[in-house]
């Protein structure tokens, strides 16, 4: 069983900058992030492998946003750039045995952290 903590959330300007953070309980493999906001499906937006290696985007976030992970502080990260009023959600850290873009691939999640973009 892995838990897993979010922080980092707020309101930012459109424009602005955040930085998530997820912590785990123990060691895992694949880890991403997901977002559902008010009305809507949860929605992949990012993942990585144990290395660092190997990294996915959704189309609306690549550019913007980076993926990254510290394996010695089982710390996963969200780098959020030039963000946009479409980007507040509540973001999800997840946790996987693999690297997935499908909610479904992932067997552990955090209690979400939100982020506001207001214009």
């Known amino acids: 069983q892995v838990q897993l903590v979010e922080s980092g959330g707020g309101l930012v300007q459109v424009g602005g900058s955040l930085r998530l953070s997820c912590k785990a309980s123990g060691r895992t493999f694949g880890m991403g992030w997901f977002r559902q906001a008010p009305g809507m499906e949860r929605e992949f937006v990012a993942a990585?492998?144990?290395?660092?290696?190997?990294?996915l985007y959704a189309d609306s976030v690549k550019g913007r946003f980076t993926i990254s992970r510290e394996n010695a502080k089982n710390t996963l990260y969200l780098l959020m750039n030039t963000l946009k009023p479409e980007d507040t959600a509540v973001y999800y850290c997840?946790?996987?045995?693999?690297?997935?873009?499908?909610?479904?691939?992932?067997?552990?999640w955090g209690q979400g952290t939100q982020v506001t973009v207001s214009s």
């Open positions: 990585i492998n144990w290395s660092g290696g190997s990294t």
């Open positions: 997840a946790a996987s045995n693999r690297l997935g873009v499908v909610r479904t691939e992932y067997d552990y």
